[in-house]
């Protein structure tokens, strides 16, 4: 994909984020890995609602600026995350709701209730809350990546990866999916909770080709 095809598809990605009310105008960040020695990635203060691919902001693999924008908070720890995480070109950050409800407590999200989310998610890893846009942070968040595809950040967000956008994006929507799941499972349903068990996620994790030894 050429440069600017790459920008234009950030943007879209970004403006289905907050269409679909899984993140606030002035939040979340997006960022693809170009040509393995460069990073696409969202700038800081614009309407995620009308992003154009001509925003997306060029940064070199130490986070110096190629292009003229103002880079987002989190560029270290998109950063991090890429130095970690070999295998991945794509790294999606936001804010859904009820996603977001559960890093605000010490509840886990359910990724086990149905064979689809725990196919394309495994087990979520949570990262401690650090403040925003430091590198203890970035360290962090980067650490919990090298395990886990969904990363749950305490009293922040959800930051999910893929080796592509669409891949990163779709696994923060499972990952919400999910929370809204677990929320019904455990309320209304609580009683009649039947999740799968090791046997059946054992098989998922053949079938998905992952190895939870």
Not at 37 to 59: A, F, Q, W
Not at 143 to 164: F, Q, R, W, Y
Request: charged share 25%.
């Amino acid at each position: 994909m050429k440069l600017n095809a790459c920008r234009e598809e950030i943007a879209c990605f970004m403006r289905r984020l907050y269409e679909q009310g899984l993140t606030t105008t002035s939040g979340g960040n997006l960022s693809v890995r170009f040509a393995r020695n460069k990073i696409l990635i969202t700038p800081s203060g614009s309407d995620k609602g009308r992003m154009k691919g001509s925003e997306i902001g060029v940064m070199d693999m130490e986070g110096n600026p190629i292009s003229k924008f103002k880079p987002s908070i989190e560029g270290s720890m998109h950063m991090m995350i890429y130095r970690a995480r070999p295998d991945i070109d794509a790294i999606v950050h936001a804010h859904p709701v009820v996603a977001s409800a559960f890093a605000a407590t010490d509840a886990k999200i359910n990724c086990s209730l149905i064979a689809e989310s725990y196919a394309v998610l495994g087990e979520p890893a949570y990262a401690p809350y650090l403040l925003m846009g430091t590198r203890k942070l970035a360290e962090a968040v980067a650490e919990s990546a090298k395990s886990a595809n969904c990363v749950v950040m305490k009293n922040h967000g959800i930051l999910t990866v893929g080796k592509t956008l669409l891949e990163a994006f779709d696994r923060l929507e499972v990952l919400e999916t999910s929370a809204k799941m677990t929320l019904i499972a455990d309320g209304f349903l609580k009683d009649r909770k039947r999740p799968l068990n090791k046997t059946d996620m054992a098989d998922i994790d053949r079938l998905m080709r992952r190895n939870r030894s």
